[in-house]
Protein backbone atom coordinates (compact mmCIF):
# COMPACT_ATOMS: atom_id res chain seq x y z
CA UNK A 1 0.00 0.00 0.00
CA UNK A 2 1.25 3.28 -1.38
CA UNK A 3 1.99 5.92 1.96
CA UNK A 4 -0.56 8.77 1.12
CA UNK A 5 1.42 12.40 0.49
CA UNK A 6 1.24 14.33 3.46
CA UNK A 7 0.74 18.42 2.51
CA UNK A 8 3.37 20.41 3.57
CA UNK A 9 2.58 23.24 6.15
CA UNK A 10 4.04 26.12 3.90
CA UNK A 11 4.76 26.47 0.36
CA UNK A 12 5.50 29.38 -1.13
CA UNK A 13 6.15 29.76 -4.98
CA UNK A 14 7.27 32.77 -6.79
CA UNK A 15 5.88 35.16 -3.58
CA UNK A 16 6.90 38.99 -4.42
CA UNK A 17 6.05 42.45 -2.72
CA UNK A 18 5.55 45.54 -3.58
CA UNK A 19 5.52 48.56 -2.12
CA UNK A 20 4.17 51.80 -3.67
CA UNK A 21 6.08 54.81 -1.98
CA UNK A 22 6.50 58.77 -2.92
CA UNK A 23 9.98 58.05 -4.85
CA UNK A 24 8.68 55.41 -6.89
CA UNK A 25 7.96 50.93 -6.43
CA UNK A 26 9.68 49.15 -3.69
CA UNK A 27 9.84 45.50 -4.20
CA UNK A 28 11.25 43.87 -0.53
CA UNK A 29 10.46 40.38 -1.46
CA UNK A 30 11.64 39.15 -5.04
CA UNK A 31 10.46 35.70 -6.23
CA UNK A 32 10.69 33.91 -3.22
CA UNK A 33 9.94 29.88 -3.17
CA UNK A 34 10.23 27.86 0.26
CA UNK A 35 8.62 25.42 2.06
CA UNK A 36 7.89 23.98 5.83
CA UNK A 37 7.14 20.66 6.42
CA UNK A 38 4.29 19.88 9.64
CA UNK A 39 6.40 19.77 12.80
CA UNK A 40 9.20 21.91 11.37
CA UNK A 41 10.45 24.92 12.19
CA UNK A 42 12.37 27.23 9.73
CA UNK A 43 14.65 30.71 10.62
CA UNK A 44 14.59 33.04 8.51
CA UNK A 45 17.83 35.51 9.55
CA UNK A 46 19.27 38.73 8.41
CA UNK A 47 19.94 42.09 8.05
CA UNK A 48 17.45 44.73 8.98
CA UNK A 49 15.07 45.79 5.84
CA UNK A 50 15.82 42.53 4.00
CA UNK A 51 12.07 41.80 4.07
CA UNK A 52 11.87 39.29 6.17
CA UNK A 53 8.95 40.73 8.38
CA UNK A 54 7.24 41.38 4.84
CA UNK A 55 7.63 38.18 3.49
CA UNK A 56 5.61 36.85 7.42
CA UNK A 57 2.41 39.60 6.86
CA UNK A 58 2.36 38.61 3.08
CA UNK A 59 2.58 34.69 3.73
CA UNK A 60 -0.65 35.81 6.30
CA UNK A 61 -1.76 38.17 3.86
CA UNK A 62 -2.16 41.21 6.34
CA UNK A 63 0.18 43.68 4.14
CA UNK A 64 -0.38 47.37 4.66
CA UNK A 65 -2.60 49.11 1.91
CA UNK A 66 0.36 50.27 -0.07
CA UNK A 67 1.24 47.19 -0.57
CA UNK A 68 0.54 44.27 -2.87
CA UNK A 69 1.76 40.90 -3.47
CA UNK A 70 2.30 38.35 -6.39
CA UNK A 71 2.60 34.91 -6.06
CA UNK A 72 1.38 31.57 -4.48
CA UNK A 73 0.91 30.41 -0.58
CA UNK A 74 -0.36 27.55 -0.04
CA UNK A 75 -0.57 26.20 3.77
CA UNK A 76 -1.76 22.70 4.50
CA UNK A 77 -2.17 22.01 0.55
CA UNK A 78 -4.50 25.21 0.35
CA UNK A 79 -4.16 28.01 -2.19
CA UNK A 80 -4.47 30.48 0.65
CA UNK A 81 -3.43 33.43 -1.21
CA UNK A 82 -6.41 32.94 -4.05
CA UNK A 83 -8.97 32.81 -1.46
CA UNK A 84 -11.43 35.81 -1.53
CA UNK A 85 -11.03 38.07 1.72
CA UNK A 86 -13.48 36.93 3.61
CA UNK A 87 -12.55 33.30 3.41
CA UNK A 88 -8.87 34.67 4.54
CA UNK A 89 -10.03 36.50 7.43
CA UNK A 90 -11.68 33.31 8.39
CA UNK A 91 -8.54 31.54 7.95
CA UNK A 92 -6.64 33.44 10.09
CA UNK A 93 -6.18 31.49 13.32
CA UNK A 94 -7.25 28.50 12.26
CA UNK A 95 -4.84 27.57 9.74
CA UNK A 96 -2.38 30.19 9.67
CA UNK A 97 -1.10 32.86 12.76
CA UNK A 98 1.04 36.00 13.27
CA UNK A 99 2.71 36.44 16.46
CA UNK A 100 3.64 39.60 16.34
CA UNK A 101 6.99 41.11 18.67
CA UNK A 102 6.36 43.76 21.08
CA UNK A 103 2.88 42.53 22.70
CA UNK A 104 2.22 45.28 24.63
CA UNK A 105 1.59 47.50 20.91
CA UNK A 106 -0.90 44.45 20.12
CA UNK A 107 -3.11 43.97 23.42
CA UNK A 108 -5.49 46.42 23.89
CA UNK A 109 -4.76 48.26 27.28
CA UNK A 110 -8.72 48.45 27.87
CA UNK A 111 -9.43 45.43 27.57
CA UNK A 112 -9.25 42.12 29.86
CA UNK A 113 -6.91 38.73 28.27
CA UNK A 114 -10.29 37.19 28.08
CA UNK A 115 -12.18 39.79 25.90
CA UNK A 116 -9.06 39.18 24.07
CA UNK A 117 -9.21 35.80 23.17
CA UNK A 118 -13.36 35.52 22.98
CA UNK A 119 -13.30 38.37 20.05
CA UNK A 120 -10.48 35.80 18.24
CA UNK A 121 -12.29 32.90 19.02
CA UNK A 122 -15.83 33.87 17.98
CA UNK A 123 -14.16 36.03 15.17
CA UNK A 124 -13.09 32.55 13.39
CA UNK A 125 -15.99 30.40 15.25
CA UNK A 126 -18.98 31.75 15.86
CA UNK A 127 -20.96 28.95 17.06
CA UNK A 128 -18.30 29.00 20.11
CA UNK A 129 -20.19 29.86 23.17
CA UNK A 130 -18.60 32.28 25.44
CA UNK A 131 -17.99 30.04 27.98
CA UNK A 132 -16.35 27.71 25.45
CA UNK A 133 -14.20 30.54 24.14
CA UNK A 134 -13.19 31.29 28.01
CA UNK A 135 -12.71 27.27 28.29
CA UNK A 136 -10.52 27.09 25.15
CA UNK A 137 -8.38 30.71 26.46
CA UNK A 138 -7.59 28.99 29.83
CA UNK A 139 -6.39 25.93 28.22
CA UNK A 140 -3.88 27.60 25.85
CA UNK A 141 -2.46 30.08 28.97
CA UNK A 142 -2.22 27.01 30.76
CA UNK A 143 -0.14 25.37 27.76
CA UNK A 144 2.05 28.66 28.09
CA UNK A 145 2.45 28.17 31.67
CA UNK A 146 0.26 31.29 32.77
CA UNK A 147 -2.33 30.63 36.12
CA UNK A 148 -6.09 30.63 33.93
CA UNK A 149 -6.98 32.28 37.25
CA UNK A 150 -5.05 35.41 35.23
CA UNK A 151 -7.79 34.76 32.16
CA UNK A 152 -9.60 38.73 33.70
CA UNK A 153 -6.44 40.33 34.18
CA UNK A 154 -5.26 43.37 32.06
CA UNK A 155 -2.21 43.63 29.96
CA UNK A 156 -0.43 45.90 32.35
CA UNK A 157 -1.23 43.07 35.14
CA UNK A 158 2.00 40.99 33.26
CA UNK A 159 5.40 41.53 32.87
CA UNK A 160 7.05 41.61 29.42
CA UNK A 161 7.79 37.68 29.15
CA UNK A 162 4.07 37.00 30.24
CA UNK A 163 2.64 39.35 27.65
CA UNK A 164 4.80 37.53 25.22
CA UNK A 165 3.20 34.35 26.35
CA UNK A 166 -0.12 35.76 25.66
CA UNK A 167 0.75 37.02 22.56
CA UNK A 168 1.66 33.22 21.50
CA UNK A 169 -1.37 31.56 23.63
CA UNK A 170 -3.57 33.93 21.10
CA UNK A 171 -1.42 32.66 18.24
CA UNK A 172 -2.29 28.63 18.65
CA UNK A 173 -6.21 28.94 20.97
CA UNK A 174 -7.20 27.13 17.41
CA UNK A 175 -4.74 24.99 16.86
CA UNK A 176 -3.46 26.55 13.42
CA UNK A 177 -1.19 24.32 11.07
CA UNK A 178 1.58 27.11 10.50
CA UNK A 179 2.10 29.64 13.01
CA UNK A 180 4.39 32.83 11.92
CA UNK A 181 6.91 34.38 14.62
CA UNK A 182 8.28 37.24 14.14
CA UNK A 183 10.85 38.04 16.42
CA UNK A 184 8.57 36.88 19.50
CA UNK A 185 11.84 37.31 22.27
CA UNK A 186 12.89 40.79 21.26
CA UNK A 187 13.64 43.02 24.21
CA UNK A 188 13.46 39.99 26.82
CA UNK A 189 15.89 38.68 28.82
CA UNK A 190 17.77 35.90 28.34
CA UNK A 191 15.85 33.40 30.71
CA UNK A 192 12.39 34.43 29.65
CA UNK A 193 13.80 33.89 25.94
CA UNK A 194 14.89 30.67 26.64
CA UNK A 195 11.22 29.66 27.97
CA UNK A 196 9.50 31.32 25.33
CA UNK A 197 11.83 29.42 22.74
CA UNK A 198 11.10 25.49 24.87
CA UNK A 199 7.43 26.55 24.90
CA UNK A 200 7.23 27.01 20.84
CA UNK A 201 9.63 23.51 20.50
CA UNK A 202 6.92 22.19 22.29
CA UNK A 203 4.16 23.57 20.35
CA UNK A 204 5.54 22.44 17.44
CA UNK A 205 6.18 18.54 18.30
CA UNK A 206 2.73 18.42 19.94
CA UNK A 207 0.73 19.92 17.57
CA UNK A 208 2.72 18.70 14.51
CA UNK A 209 2.32 22.69 13.31
CA UNK A 210 5.43 24.40 10.80
CA UNK A 211 7.06 27.24 12.20
CA UNK A 212 8.72 30.34 10.59
CA UNK A 213 11.06 31.88 13.40
CA UNK A 214 11.88 35.05 11.49
CA UNK A 215 14.65 37.02 14.14
CA UNK A 216 18.08 38.49 13.68
CA UNK A 217 19.40 36.47 16.41
CA UNK A 218 21.61 33.02 14.84
CA UNK A 219 21.98 31.60 18.32
CA UNK A 220 18.40 31.60 18.41
CA UNK A 221 17.73 30.02 15.15
CA UNK A 222 20.11 27.43 16.28
CA UNK A 223 18.74 26.10 18.90
CA UNK A 224 15.30 26.38 18.06
CA UNK A 225 15.02 25.08 14.26
CA UNK A 226 15.41 22.47 11.96
CA UNK A 227 16.33 24.45 8.80
CA UNK A 228 17.68 28.13 8.24
CA UNK A 229 16.63 30.37 5.74
CA UNK A 230 19.41 33.60 4.90
CA UNK A 231 17.33 36.87 3.27
CA UNK A 232 19.19 39.50 1.36
CA UNK A 233 17.76 42.51 -0.29
CA UNK A 234 14.57 40.28 -0.95
CA UNK A 235 15.72 37.59 -1.98
CA UNK A 236 16.69 33.85 -0.18
CA UNK A 237 20.49 33.33 -0.75
CA UNK A 238 20.82 30.61 0.79
CA UNK A 239 19.16 27.53 2.60
CA UNK A 240 19.70 24.21 4.17
CA UNK A 241 19.67 22.26 7.65
CA UNK A 242 20.91 24.07 10.45
CA UNK A 243 24.14 21.92 11.17
CA UNK A 244 25.21 22.22 7.27
CA UNK A 245 24.39 26.08 7.21
CA UNK A 246 26.23 26.53 10.32
CA UNK A 247 29.27 24.74 9.60
CA UNK A 248 29.96 24.70 6.33
CA UNK A 249 28.15 28.15 5.18
CA UNK A 250 28.67 28.60 1.37
CA UNK A 251 27.20 32.22 0.45
CA UNK A 252 29.86 35.08 1.47
CA UNK A 253 26.70 37.11 3.16
CA UNK A 254 26.30 34.42 4.92
CA UNK A 255 29.58 33.63 6.24
CA UNK A 256 29.36 37.24 7.25
CA UNK A 257 26.75 37.33 9.48
CA UNK A 258 28.07 33.80 11.19
CA UNK A 259 31.50 35.47 11.24
CA UNK A 260 29.55 38.82 13.33
CA UNK A 261 28.91 36.32 16.19
CA UNK A 262 30.64 36.78 18.51
CA UNK A 263 31.47 33.37 21.02
CA UNK A 264 33.54 33.26 24.95
CA UNK A 265 36.52 33.03 22.40
CA UNK A 266 36.33 35.91 20.40
CA UNK A 267 39.01 38.54 20.54
CA UNK A 268 37.72 40.49 18.07
CA UNK A 269 34.69 41.84 16.64
CA UNK A 270 34.04 41.80 12.96
CA UNK A 271 30.97 43.06 10.64
CA UNK A 272 29.98 43.06 6.79
CA UNK A 273 31.32 46.37 4.92
CA UNK A 274 28.55 48.61 3.29
CA UNK A 275 25.20 48.73 3.43
CA UNK A 276 22.25 46.59 1.93
CA UNK A 277 20.82 48.62 -1.43
CA UNK A 278 18.37 50.17 -2.20
CA UNK A 279 15.33 48.55 -3.81
CA UNK A 280 14.07 51.48 -5.35
CA UNK A 281 16.99 50.81 -7.75
CA UNK A 282 18.68 47.48 -6.91
CA UNK A 283 22.01 46.72 -8.29
CA UNK A 284 22.39 44.08 -11.47
CA UNK A 285 23.02 40.75 -10.80
CA UNK A 286 23.85 39.29 -7.26
CA UNK A 287 22.64 42.16 -5.03
CA UNK A 288 25.39 41.25 -2.36
CA UNK A 289 28.07 42.14 -5.42
CA UNK A 290 29.08 45.28 -4.70
CA UNK A 291 29.82 43.97 -0.72
CA UNK A 292 31.32 41.13 -1.28
CA UNK A 293 35.30 40.30 -1.05
CA UNK A 294 34.98 37.75 -4.10
CA UNK A 295 32.84 39.36 -6.70
CA UNK A 296 33.18 38.12 -10.56
CA UNK A 297 32.14 39.92 -13.51
CA UNK A 298 29.39 37.65 -14.03
CA UNK A 299 28.45 38.91 -10.40
CA UNK A 300 27.68 42.35 -12.07
CA UNK A 301 25.70 40.86 -15.12
CA UNK A 302 23.08 38.41 -14.03
CA UNK A 303 20.64 37.08 -10.71
CA UNK A 304 22.37 33.86 -9.49
CA UNK A 305 19.81 31.45 -8.90
CA UNK A 306 20.08 28.82 -6.40
CA UNK A 307 21.92 25.71 -6.81
CA UNK A 308 22.63 22.57 -5.02
CA UNK A 309 25.86 23.07 -2.86
CA UNK A 310 25.41 20.02 -0.14
CA UNK A 311 23.46 17.30 0.52
CA UNK A 312 20.56 19.41 2.41
CA UNK A 313 21.86 23.17 0.89
CA UNK A 314 21.24 25.84 -1.71
CA UNK A 315 23.20 28.42 -2.40
CA UNK A 316 22.70 31.21 -5.13
CA UNK A 317 26.12 32.27 -5.20
CA UNK A 318 28.64 31.93 -8.90
CA UNK A 319 31.18 30.51 -6.66
CA UNK A 320 29.23 27.58 -7.20
CA UNK A 321 28.58 25.31 -10.67
CA UNK A 322 24.46 25.78 -11.12
CA UNK A 323 23.45 29.05 -9.91
Known amino acids: MSAVAVSPALSIRGLSVSYRTTRGVVRAVDGIDLEIGQGEALGLVGESGCGKSTLGRA ?151 GLLLITHNLGIVAQTCDRVAVMYAGKIVEIGDVPSVFSQPKHPYTQGLLRSLIHLDTTELSSIAGAPPDLLRPPPGCRFAPRCPYVMPQCTQRVPLLADVGPQQEAACYLYPGA
Do not use: C, W
Open 59 to 209: IVGILPEEGSAQGDVSISGRLFSQLPDQERRKARGSEVSLVFQEPMTRLNPLMRVSDHFVEMIRAHQPDTSKDDARDMAREALRAMGIPPTRLDNYPHEFSGGMRQRIMIALGIVLRPRLVVADEPTTALDVIVEAQILNILEDLKSSYQM
